[in-house]
C-alpha cells in the first residue's frame, strides 16, 4: 500500500515561487507520479508528471510549462513540485498521485495524497 503526505503549500505574492513536497511509503520506485489541482469549482486537473524511475519522462499541462518543474528524489521517495512566476490562477489544492500508469486523467490514479493549499494573492 503507497501512502502519500504532501508539504509546502501556503501563501505567495503573484510573481513568487514555492516547492511542494510529497513523502511517498511503500514500493514506489516502479510508479509513475503526479501532481494535479483542484479550485472549489472546478474538476482535478493534470498539473505535472513523471514516469517511473526507469524513464524519468516528464509531462507538463500548457499552463505551467516553463514555470513548474516536477522532479522524485529516489532515494527518499519524494516527489516535488518547484512552482516559479505563480499567479492567481495556480490558487488551488495540490494533490499528489501515484500509480503504476502515466495517464492524464485523473480516474486512472488510485494513490492519492490529502492535497496542500496554494494560494496566490496580493
Known amino acids: 500500500q503507497v501512502q502519500l503526505v504532501e508539504s509546502g503549500g501556503g501563501w505567495v505574492q503573484p510573481g513568487g515561487s514555492l516547492r511542494l513536497s510529497c513523502a511517498a511509503s511503500g514500493r514506489v520506485s516502479r510508479y509513475a507520479m503526479a501532481w494535479f489541482r483542484q479550485t472549489p469549482d472546478e474538476e482535478r486537473r493534470f498539473v505535472a508528471g513523471i514516469t517511473w524511475s526507469g524513464h524519468n519522462m516528464t509531462y507538463y499541462a500548457d499552463s505551467v510549462k516553463g514555470r513548474f518543474t516536477i522532479s522524485r528524489d529516489w532515494t527518499k521517495n519524494v516527489l516535488y513540485l518547484q512552482m516559479r512566476s505563480l499567479d492567481a490562477e495556480d490558487t488551488a489544492v495540490y494533490f499528489c498521485?501515484?500509480?503504476?500508469?502515466?495517464?492524464?486523467?485523473?480516474?486512472?490514479?488510485?494513490?492519492w495524497g490529502q492535497g496542500t493549499q496554494v494560494t496566490v494573492s496580493s
Open positions: 498521485a501515484a500509480d503504476l500508469n502515466f495517464a492524464y486523467s485523473s480516474s486512472s490514479w488510485h494513490q
